[in-house]
């Protein structure tokens, strides 16, 4: 009886815990940008204009949670520079 109960609680405590596990990994990443006091939640878009940065800078693309945070400092000033507006084309239809 008692092993019944300890595999009820395991098995339990797995069924609650597995929901939050899967529903943390649909979450961006932040990063926190010192100079500009902001956080850049990075996603398909902020990848899309990293990439172009980095095509503009004449690198190689690295992930960003890799850069050091010099480079990383370089990419934020940069892309304060370049809002959406001008990187990304918007069709109106």
Do not use: C, S
Request: hydrophobic share 35%.
């Amino acid at each position: 009886m008692h092993r019944v109960l300890i595999l009820t609680a395991l098995f339990a405590g797995a069924a609650l815990i597995a929901p939050g596990t899967i529903m943390a990994e649909g979450h961006d990443k932040r990063y926190y940008d010192r100079d500009g006091h902001d956080y850049h939640v990075w996603n398909d878009h902020e990848d899309r204009a990293y990439r172009i940065y980095l095509g503009e800078q004449h690198r190689e693309y690295r992930d960003f949670g890799r850069v050091k945070v010099v480079q990383r400092r370089e990419y934020f000033r940069w892309r304060h520079e370049h809002p959406d507006n001008m990187l990304f084309r918007v069709e109106v239809r």
